[in-house]
């Protein structure tokens, strides 16, 4: 039974993250901020730390692919994106303490980084021609700090999630 | 080099960039229809979404209408003001909508490019990926007679296009898009109409760019635009916003006004998909578009 709150739990995400855009109204602090959530992949991150790593790698290749196939309709993006940062989560983990705080702030730099890489991406195929200081000022930082809240308010609850998770696992 | 290609690492990000490649230069295409699988996953979703999204919504609706409770005094009193006009007006249209078929009826033309067939639709879900997707994604597809191209609006204005259908649901790109290839074709109210095409976004003062205006053309202030009706399957005279300023082009040969849009490209939960009354056959669009042209 344990086994589908997992599936269950990221697809809830899945949708919330565009129920969360479409309820929220968009100038909460000011106008011109975007505030992108990316409460699906912080919890696949946190999958890959206290779960496994191979169950992180195939959740962010599926919800990758869902992900492109359902709000962006270019794919390949976010299938190449979501799957490289959980991979490159887990390669900081390897080398440092696994501390929920320090786990909470990789979270962040690695969301950090799959923004800045879906941007280099979209810039390459011309989606956008921004430059990069006003991304970072209308939707990166802002996306930072909405991320940071949700880290903050759900990391314990994940972690505990995920724990159970992965016991189930070694016991089958 | 046998070690190199023993490298089970590199080889696999080697060959998931090059399905990546692949993939993006695939879903890049002009495509006029997406792929088997991916309408049915959109269609899944949107059936999921569509049931998560209404309790979500009267739930936050329910809040919102406590908020709205606090001002409704001020409200009330401005909308007074407004009803006086109305009365007017509504007789003026009245008499004009008559004037106007009766004229009709004598030159014998029967349909016209500014007659449409409005769908109600209903949001449920938009792109989290904002700024660089703009999308949302209505309640009502192919099954329901939407078409790829028909314009989108809410009561206030224009808000985008149709950029894809599934059976049950359909994409909306919105005019805050950044994508460059998102454009449609517009036409300044006043003596003289005047066309251009609607064609980027100032994603920080939330304005409309106007572009490729006649370079002599003199343009007030607060003159309306609206869609010029011409190429493709959209609708005449449906209100896109205002003349905010208008500045030259970076060569000088044409002018760019910005565009207060009408409608709000945030809060939207209710939409209607146009279906323009008239059909033209291919020839004639043709020529229409031509005739554009040399305007």
């Given at each position: 039974m344990k086994r589908f709150w997992v599936p269950l739990l990221l697809t809830f995400l899945f949708v919330f993250e565009s129920l969360f855009v479409q309820l929220v109204p968009g100038d909460l602090f000011k106008e011109g901020y975007v505030f992108v959530p990316r409460f699906l992949i912080i919890s696949i991150f946190f999958l890959t730390m206290y779960g496994s790593v191979k169950h992180g790698l195939i959740y962010g290749f599926i919800f990758g692919l869902l992900y492109d196939m359902v709000y962006t309709e270019i794919i390949g993006i976010y299938l190449f994106m979501f799957p490289l940062s959980a991979y490159i989560f887990s390669g900081f983990m390897r080398i440092l303490q696994t501390n929920i705080l320090v786990v909470s702030f990789v979270s962040i730099i690695c969301v950090a980084l799959l923004e800045a890489g879906v941007y280099q991406m979209n810039l390459l195929i011309h989606i956008t021609d921004m430059d990069f200081s006003s991304f970072s000022k209308i939707r990166l930082i802002p996306t930072l700090i909405l991320n940071l809240v949700f880290i903050i308010l759900s990391a314990y609850p994940l972690k505990r999630l995920f724990e159970k998770f992965s016991d189930s696992l070694r016991n089958d | 080099m046998p070690q190199f290609f023993l490298n089970k690492r590199l080889i696999i990000l080697l060959v998931s960039i090059i399905i990546l490649v692949a993939l993006i230069g695939f879903s890049l295409r002009d495509r006029d229809q997406l792929t088997l699988p991916e309408q049915f996953i959109k269609d899944t979703t949107g059936w999921v979404q569509s049931m998560v999204s209404r309790p979500a919504h009267y739930f936050a609706g329910f809040f919102e209408n406590l908020k709205d409770l606090q001002n409704t005094y001020d409200e009330n009193k401005e909308l007074k003001k407004h009803l006086d006009d109305m009365a007017r007006l509504e007789a003026k249209v009245y008499s004009l909508e008559k004037e106007n078929t009766e004229l009709k009826e004598i030159l014998d033309?029967?349909?016209?490019?500014?007659d449409y067939d409005p769908l109600q639709a209903t949001v449920i879900a938009r792109s989290p990926d904002r700024l660089w997707h703009e999308m949302i994604i209505i309640n009502k597809g192919k099954s329901h007679g939407v078409q790829k191209n028909m314009a989108v609006m809410t009561s206030r204005g224009l808000i985008g296009k149709v950029k894809s259908t599934t059976p049950f649901t359909s994409t909306v790109q919105l005019l805050s898009a950044l994508d460059p290839t998102n454009r449609i074709s517009a036409a300044l109210q006043g003596d003289k109409k005047l066309y251009g095409t609607i064609e980027?976004?100032?994603?920080?003062?939330?304005w409309l760019l106007l572009k490729g205006l006649p370079v002599d053309a003199k343009i007030k202030k607060d003159q309306n635009v609206v869609t010029s009706g011409m190429g493709g399957v959209f609708p005449g005279d449906v209100p896109i916003g205002k003349v905010l300023k208008v500045v030259p082009d970076e060569f000088g040969l044409n002018q760019t006004a910005y565009i207060k849009p009408s409608a709000d490209f945030y809060n939207i939960e209710h939409v209607m998909v146009l279906k323009r009354g008239m059909e033209i056959p291919k020839e004639i669009e043709n020529d229409e578009v031509e005739e554009e042209e040399d305007l």
């Open positions: - | 033309k029967k349909d016209s490019l500014r980027g976004y100032d994603k920080e003062n939330e």
